[in-house]
């Protein structure tokens, strides 16, 4: 008997001990996730992410391994990543820095592991993926918020010509770009939404309302479309899948919020010239969300794609050290990648990684259309979200290390849990 409560009392103290470890863990990985918000380089964020893969191994190698046997989209990512690795060196049209071959490389481990530490949770079903809407939801709109107050209090709170610049996560020390900013807080602002329809606490309901209100309005300052056409394919797909009255609510606070930003935008004075911050000049926008046009993105496009020269390079691409990066005659900055992750995928990867990508994304989007289908529409909101705001930047679909970063946050994430919680066999995928 003594024997027995002894044996008792060791395995309480081990669950404890990997109750603490898998607390610990689930918060790494879900800051990690949420790193754009407040990392303000990749390096900093993947050593946070080589952190949390390295407790991971260390902790759950066994979990790990067992479901990346069993999980077969998993493994077909992890031998996509490897090939398109070893395949770039084949097909190098010019030599990269050591830097970019390690950042290339880190993706390869980096990228596997951390799907499959998503998996490693979600199949435990403890509910880390909605903890994780509800931490993005919060970090976007204290991010957004300070950023705000930041950006147009320079001379004053809400300078009128403060609000004719584009707004940008000010969090950063150099200002996030305007497009990355908009569509990150428009991220954070579907999860209030989500959090508004389903959640049963009323005041964390109406809370998440007032939240998701106030960051349209504000990234709305962004003036970016690649945002509102985000907004456009999520934000449906959200209140149609609530199916309750709280959806006509929250279509009503989007008509709000936009119409306050057009009232805003209408009524703050004659443009200014270019004004100082801190020492640094920022650009005066004169254009409005709507009046705005493409930014040369179409240009890019035909720059880029025109270096497929050969049926080698449109079907198996040039490489992931291609060029991917030009300015058209009709643009005015220099574009550092191809502002979209499915011409990047064609010129790095033709049409073999296009296929590859239509499947990856094909069988995300029919496994969250069946979580849609069962009451759960956050999912398939957001990874429509990622595909449309995506569909005009972005740059590597499965990497830690690209110039936006943003394609964990608005792709690999959510189509990551409709792969796992979607699966026909939750514990065989």
């Not at 050593?47 to 979990?63: D, H, Q, S, T, Y």
């Amino acid at each position: 008997m003594e024997a027995s409560r002894e044996d008792v009392s060791q395995g309480s103290i081990s669950e404890d001990s990997r109750g603490r470890w898998d607390f610990w863990l689930g918060v790494g990985l879900v800051v990690h996730l949420a790193g754009i918000y407040f990392f303000e380089n990749w390096v900093m964020q993947n050593i946070w992410g080589g952190l949390v893969i390295g407790l991971a191994m260390w902790k759950r190698g066994g979990e790990l391994r067992s479901v990346f046997a069993e999980t077969t989209w998993l493994r077909w990512v992890g031998g996509w990543l490897v090939v398109q690795f070893f395949l770039g060196f084949a097909l190098a049209h010019e030599q990269e820095g050591l830097g970019v071959y390690f950042m290339r490389a880190w993706d390869v481990v980096a990228v596997p592991a951390v799907l499959g530490i998503w998996v490693c949770f979600l199949r435990r079903g403890q509910g880390i993926e909605s903890v994780t809407v509800y931490f993005i939801a919060l970090i976007g709109f204290l991010t957004a918020v300070i950023s705000f107050l930041s950006f147009y209090s320079a001379e004053g709170l809400f300078p009128h010509a403060r609000l004719m610049n584009q707004f940008v996560n000010w969090w950063w020390n150099n200002g996030l770009h305007p497009v990355l900013t908009g569509l990150t807080f428009a991220f954070a602002a579907v999860c209030m939404l989500l959090i508004f329809l389903k959640e049963e606490r009323k005041w964390l309901s109406w809370s998440a309302l007032v939240g998701f209100g106030v960051l349209l309005f504000m990234l709305f300052f962004a003036h970016t479309r690649g945002a509102l056409l985000a907004l456009a394919a999520g934000l449906p797909v959200a209140l149609l899948g609530a199916r309750n009255w709280r959806a006509l609510i929250g279509l009503v606070v989007s008509g709000v919020a936009f119409g306050a930003y057009l009232w805003t935008y209408a009524n703050v004075g004659s443009l200014p010239s270019p004004d100082q911050f801190e020492g640094k000049e920022i650009v005066v926008s004169g254009k409005s969300l709507l009046e705005r046009q493409d930014a040369g993105r179409f240009g890019l496009y035909r720059v880029l794609l025109e270096g497929n020269t050969s049926a080698i390079d449109w079907i198996i691409g040039r490489g992931l050290w291609a060029k991917d990066h030009g300015k058209d005659d009709g643009m005015t900055e220099w574009a550092f990648h191809p502002h979209s992750i499915f011409v990047s995928m064609l010129v790095h990867h033709g049409i073999v990684g296009m296929a590859f990508l239509a499947w990856f994304l094909g069988l995300a989007a029919w496994r969250a259309i069946r979580l849609w289908l069962t009451g759960r529409p956050e999912w398939l909101s957001l990874l429509a979200f990622g595909c449309a705001g995506q569909l005009f930047d972005g740059h590597l679909v499965f990497s830690l290390t690209s110039i936006p970063r943003i394609e964990p946050l608005l792709i690999l994430f959510p189509a990551a849990v409709a792969l796992t919680l979607g699966s026909p066999k939750l514990k065989s995928t």
